[in-house]
């Protein structure tokens, strides 16, 4: 079943004085498995659709269909129920936090989900999150003492450990060296092997070419 479908989706953002219409009827389907990298000059409105996919925010028209289900106008409970249930996060940041080790940064993201965990199973799933980026050697080193790229991957190991079906990356290289982002893109796009379905926001084109699709945002509309 169709992962996503957004059908015109409109949003307008309103600043100190003018509203903006940063959306003017945006369509978008994802399939599970499938990635599409969102291009588009600084100020398009890319940030904005990833807030109304991961349902921090609601278009103004349109629709948006979720699984089938139509969350065009979900209210914010269940809203944070979905964002936690369905989808993962990166974002050009790593939100890491300092004091913990990569395990535990991993490991709590499973602390206030949706049935309860014990601290062992836990401590394996994370694990197994950070093995599946290629860094369960880095378990017990806290972030400043790993690379950026590094820090990245514990990012989406904690993005990924309670399965999202949806991952949503924001420039996730942004803070990155070429060689380092080349790798971060591609643990990202592996994700897609095991049926999650990624949006790439990046302003980097020979990332976005290791997508299945490329969208562009202009002027409000993807194409
Ligand atoms: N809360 C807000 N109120 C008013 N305008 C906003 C608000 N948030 C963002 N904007 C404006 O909306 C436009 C789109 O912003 P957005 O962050 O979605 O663009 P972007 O394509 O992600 O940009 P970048 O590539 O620079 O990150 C920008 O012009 C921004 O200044």
């Given at each position: 079943m169709t992962l996503i479908q957004?059908?015109?989706?409109?949003?307008?953002?309103?600043g100190q004085d003018e509203a903006r219409t940063?959306?003017?009827?945006?369509?978008?389907?994802l399939e599970?498995?499938?990635?599409?990298?969102?291009l588009g000059r600084s100020g398009?409105?890319?940030s904005t659709l990833l807030s109304l996919i991961g349902l921090f925010d609601r278009p103004d028209g349109g629709?948006?269909?979720?699984?089938?289900?139509?969350?065009?106008r979900v209210p914010e409970r269940r809203a944070a129920a979905l964002r936690s249930a369905e989808f993962g996060f990166v974002f050009q940041r790593f939100f890491l936090l300092k004091h913990l080790t990569a395990l535990q940064n991993v490991s709590m993201a499973?602390?206030?989900?949706?049935?309860?965990?014990?601290?062992?199973?836990?401590?394996?799933?994370?694990?197994?999150?950070?093995?599946?980026?290629?860094?369960?050697?880095?378990?017990?080193?806290?972030?400043?003492?790993?690379?950026?790229?590094?820090?990245?991957r514990v990012a989406i190991a904690r993005a990924l450990v309670r399965r999202p079906k949806i991952l949503l990356a924001d420039e996730p290289t942004g803070a990155l060296d070429t060689d380092t982002g080349n790798l971060v893109v591609e643990a990202l796009r592996a994700t897609t092997d095991e049926g999650c379905a990624l949006v790439l926001v990046t302003h980097d084109r020979d990332h976005a070419?290791?997508?299945?699709?490329?969208?562009?945002?202009?002027d409000g509309v993807l194409a």
């Open positions: 957004l059908t015109g989706v409109t949003k307008t953002l309103r940063i959306l003017s009827g945006v369509d978008l389907t599970p498995g499938e990635s599409v990298a969102v398009s409105g890319k629709q948006y269909l979720l699984g089938g289900k139509d969350i065009t499973l602390v206030n989900g949706q049935g309860w965990l014990p601290r062992r199973k836990r401590r394996t799933t994370a694990m197994e999150a950070l093995e599946r980026l290629e860094i369960g050697h880095l378990a017990r080193h806290k972030p400043p003492r790993l690379s950026g790229g590094e820090q990245q070419a290791k997508m299945s699709r490329v969208a562009r945002l202009t």
